[in-house]
């Protein structure tokens, strides 16, 4: 059941629909809707998309949807999300379908279980998502753009780079017999001004540039960034170079002060994608 809807987005689908639509239409956002067919480019291996409430990353998401859309529609789907609670096992896959204000988003039931059968780390578990948002509000973007779809859940706790690694090899090895795509869930630096977010950011990002993601994962770790998702972007990372990856395009940056007007207390959000 949702955790949030009500809360970082409408709780009922006649007010959900409209802000989804306006997500893509205001002036941070795209600027086109996902209409018409969905793309048969299959180009992005992995994206970035941040999880606060709408109102503030909403126009930034959709900038990495509409890629999405105009690329191509997932035979196999990985949502990867920060765990903010700490409750739950460490790599955790919720093996249940999950409920939106615009309905079912179903648990893929091939990848899934292949998944946990693969990796020593990655463990069925509920819990860990039973209080958690960063998965959850990627959902009904997914379900604006395809309608009906199926994923699987990963709330990963932990920032180490072997478990990241693990995980992000076992989706490659995979993806050699099921075409996979990746979402991190993460949102960037919390809590700074907009200037000292950014350079943090910049910074980070430099070593996705280079698909470098034991880097990018050892300077969050050691500078104390506050990149939430540092975990599932690592694993992203690390699946999108084994996948052939060559590129990390940023789509779009913004912060919380693009919308409230307070530049000096922000959190930042990115929309990106491997290709």
């Known amino acids: 059941m949702p955790v ?4 970082f987005y409408e709780g009922t689908e006649e007010t959900l629909m409209p802000r989804l639509k306006e997500s893509f239409l205001k002036n941070l956002g ?13 180009q992005i291996k992995a994206l970035v998309a941040p999880h606060a409430g709408y109102v503030y990353s909403g126009m930034t998401a959709a900038h990495s949807y509409i890629r999405l859309f105009e690329d191509q529609v997932p035979e196999h789907l990985v949502v990867l999300g920060p765990n903010h609670t700490g409750v739950g096992k460490t790599v955790a896959i919720c093996e249940d379908d999950w409920k939106t204000p615009l309905g079912i988003v179903s648990y893929d039931t ?6 946990i059968k693969e990796d020593k780390y990655a463990e069925s578990d509920c819990i860990a998502h039973s209080s958690e948002h960063s998965i959850e509000v990627q959902l009904p973007f997914l379900q604006y753009i395809y309608g009906g779809l199926s994923f699987v859940p990963i709330c990963l706790g932990t920032r180490r780079y072997d478990i990241c690694e693990s995980l992000g090899l076992t989706l490659a090895k995979l993806a050699e017999d099921m075409n996979i795509t990746v979402i991190a869930s993460s949102d960037f630096t919390h809590f700074e001004s907009a200037e000292s977010a950014k350079k943090k950011d910049n910074q980070a990002m430099e070593y996705l540039e280079f698909l470098d993601a034991e880097g990018f994962l050892e300077f969050i770790n050691s500078h104390k960034v506050s990149v939430c998702g540092a975990a599932p972007i690592t694993v992203a990372t690390v699946f999108a170079k084994e996948m052939g990856a060559t590129r990390f395009n940023l789509l779009k940056y913004t912060n919380s002060g693009d919308v409230t007007g307070n530049k000096n207390d922000v959190v930042a959000y990115v929309a990106a994608e491997y290709i």
């Open 30 to 42: 795209p600027g086109r809707l996902p209409e018409g067919p969905p793309g048969d480019s299959d």
């Open 4 to 7: 949030v809807a009500g809360r």
């Open 110 to 115: 091939e990848l899934g279980p292949a998944i």
